[in-house]
C-alpha cells in the first residue's frame, strides 16, 4: 500500500512538473510568434520589446532571451527596448544580456548607462560582478558614456569591489583626467591607509602637468605630507626610467 501511494506522489509531481514545462513552452511560443509578427510587419524591434514588456513586465527574461535567441545581432535594440519599457530592471536587463554573450561587458555597459543613467552604479556593478578582470576597462567605459555619473560610480564601485580600488581609480583618471584631484580625493577618504598607493598610482597614470595637482589634493585630504611626497617622487621616478628606456 505504501509502495503504490509513493508512485502515485511521484507521477504527480512528475505531471505537476510536466504540465509547467508546457506552460512555460506555451508562453515561449506566444511571445516568439509576437516578436515575429510585429517585426515580419516591420514594427522596429526595440518598439516590439518595449511594447511587449510594459504589457507583461513579468515575462523579461522569456522576452530579452527569445529576442535575443532570434536576433543575436540586434542585441542594441533588444536592450534599448526592455530598458525603456522598465527601467528599474536595468540591473537584470544587463545580466540577461552578459549571460547571452552577445557584446563585450564594456559595450553592454555602454550602450545600458547612455539609455537609462540613472542606474549606472547598478549597472557597472551586474557588469563588474559578471567580468570582475575588467572593472578597470568598465568604469572607463561607464564614465565616458555619462561623465555625470563619475563621482557615484566610482565612489559606489571601490565600496562594493575594495579589492579592486586601484583599478576602479585607473579607469576613472583615464575617463576624466581634468578630474583626478577629485578622484584621488574621495579615493583617499574611503581609503585613508593607502595614500600612498593612491598617489603613486595618479601620478604614473597621468601628465605631468596633473602631479602637482595630485600632491596637493592628497595632503588636502589629510594625508601625511611626507609620505605623500616620498609616493610621489618614486612614482616620478618610474615614470622617467620608463621614458627613457623608449
Do not use: W
Request: hydrophobic share 45%.
Amino acid at each position: 500500500m505504501k509502495f503504490f501511494m509513493f508512485i502515485s506522489l511521484l507521477l504527480g509531481i512528475s505531471l505537476n512538473a510536466s504540465a509547467m514545462d508546457s506552460a512555460r513552452k506555451s508562453q515561449e511560443d506566444v511571445i516568439a510568434s509576437m516578436i515575429s509578427q510585429q517585426v515580419k510587419h516591420q514594427i522596429p524591434l526595440e518598439k516590439s520589446v518595449s511594447s511587449i514588456l510594459r504589457r507583461y513586465p513579468e515575462k523579461v527574461d522569456q522576452v530579452v532571451s527569445i529576442a535575443l535567441e532570434r536576433y543575436p545581432t540586434q542585441y542594441q535594440s533588444i536592450m534599448a527596448g526592455a530598458l525603456h519599457a522598465e527601467p528599474v530592471l536595468a540591473c537584470h536587463v544587463i545580466e540577461l544580456m552578459l549571460e547571452a554573450d552577445v557584446a563585450p561587458a564594456s559595450e553592454i555597459v555602454r550602450l545600458a548607462i547612455e539609455a537609462e543613467p540613472a542606474y549606472a552604479q547598478e549597472i557597472v556593478k551586474a557588469a563588474a560582478l559578471d567580468d570582475p578582470a575588467n572593472i578597470q576597462n568598465i568604469v572607463r567605459v561607464a564614465i565616458q558614456s555619462d561623465p555625470f555619473v563619475s563621482d557615484s560610480v566610482v565612489k559606489h564601485t571601490m565600496k562594493e569591489f575594495p579589492e579592486n580600488f586601484v583599478d576602479v581609480l585607473i579607469g576613472a583618471i583615464h575617463a576624466i583626467p581634468d578630474q583626478i584631484s577629485n578622484i584621488v580625493e574621495y579615493t583617499i577618504a574611503l581609503f585613508p591607509s593607502t595614500s600612498d598607493e593612491v598617489v603613486h598610482t595618479a601620478i604614473i597614470n597621468s601628465p605631468e602637468s596633473e602631479h602637482e595637482k595630485i600632491i596637493d589634493s592628497a595632503i588636502a585630504s589629510g594625508a601625511n605630507k611626507e609620505v605623500v611626497i616620498e609616493s610621489a617622487t618614486l612614482a616620478k621616478a618610474k615614470v622617467n626610467q620608463v621614458e627613457n628606456k623608449e
